[in-house]
């Protein structure tokens, strides 16, 4: 049965990390949210799951996947499940626990990056809140962007099979997460990140990797993948890059 | 062999997470930074890990647990390790994995938290940013703090086993995560927490059932559990609570 994955329909954000892996595992997934709601999709098959009593495990926020009986909500935890499954992750379990560590610092730093526009409160517009994130992004140019792409950089660097890959010699989620972070810092952020790329050189030749992996590039040259626009995680203002 | 937590010394910050596991379950634990320099404890021994290029595991910050050969960093996938091990999670997968997203929600709360008092910049003083501050700590109490603690209160109310525990019926360090949570919300913002606490009251139940329990309430008593300060998470400006 082919995964569920609800996300908001007409971004990236979060669930691109998802979209991701099942796009480079090849799986049978329905993008629910993006479907026609007289098939029993749209937003609304999304929303039921958030606003319904019924389920014992209600996400707190998109994204979700539903496999089965299986509702499993946060990004990370997500992948987590899906590793094994897609055979995005290495066997041992420490390896895989190592994975998701890399997952989960990716997760902060997509964090910091939305809250670069969104510095007082995601229920305010960016024009409400534009001069603290002017100040917010300043600190996340200089300090928080490069602090991430070294510390991305050792783990490269330190991997005993080789720095093609983060983890082991296979691509892991966790590569392509890296790779997703990286394009959204580059839309959003394309000077800063540009100069710390200049420092991150294997972080730097992962990002190129993955971009050309087939079923990825495949991906990309597909309606399926969403423009990056001004609504998700990462958006270019040019004001908070420089 | 003991395990040995890295963190901070002077704070319960996202440290106290790991270590009120620990001592619910009775575990044997250093906390290394913690202790004497002249046994090799102490900040130094913590910082070892985060510099030396050593380790083909670097934790990006601490937290951090080392067990034997295996350098876990990251909260949530700390207490995922620790879970099993502690006896602290249930046995079958979903619901372990159902742990662990409750876990990585109270990590996004407490992210939140900390920058109710650093919107701008983790850098900077709180003096230097204490007007966006102010900006941010008011949605954070009237829009997040009551978000969150419902969605806690309908996990515990949707519980088939009761609601007692967030997960099964017995006690998991995702309960003992939500009572620190609490108890950080209700020392940072005593007034907004103790109103939307009147709206969860199977939350404050849980709260002060944790408090409760025979070795938690062993290690409050004890000079182990450091007080709430103004250098950790949570943070008692009377000027951002209301």
Chains 1, 2 share one sequence.
Request: include cysteine.
């Amino acid at each position: 049965m082919a995964y569920e994955l609800h996300y908001w329909p007409t971004i990236q954000g979060r669930g691109e990390f998802v979209r991701l892996a099942l796009e480079a595992a090849g799986a049978d997934y329905v993008d629910v949210a993006r479907g026609p709601e007289s098939e029993g999709q749209g937003v609304t098959a999304t929303m039921h799951y958030l606003d319904s009593p019924k389920f014992v495990h209600p996400p707190f926020a998109p994204p979700f996947l539903v496999d089965g009986k299986a509702v499993v909500g946060q990004t990370a935890a997500i992948l987590l499940y899906l590793g094994p499954r897609l055979g995005l992750v290495a066997k041992n379990d420490l390896q895989r626990l190592w994975t998701h560590q890399l997952q989960l610092t990716i997760a902060d730093a997509v964090m910091e990056a939305h809250d670069t526009h969104h510095p007082i409160a995601t229920g305010l517009y960016y024009e409400d809140q534009k001069k603290e994130a002017v100040r917010r992004a300043r600190a996340f140019r200089e300090e928080r962007i490069p602090k991430f792409l070294d510390w991305f950089e050792s783990v490269l660097a330190r991997n005993p099979r080789g720095s093609a890959c983060l983890v082991g010699a296979r691509l892991s989620y966790a590569d392509l997460s890296l790779f997703q972070l990286v394009e959204g810092l580059l839309y959003a952020f394309p000077l800063a990140t540009g100069r710390a790329l200049q420092q991150a050189p294997l972080v730097a030749g992962l990002h190129t990797r993955v971009a050309q992996h087939r079923r990825v590039a495949a991906y990309f040259a597909s309606e399926r993948r969403i423009p990056f626009n001004e609504e998700g995680i990462f958006r270019r203002y040019p004001e908070l890059d420089g």
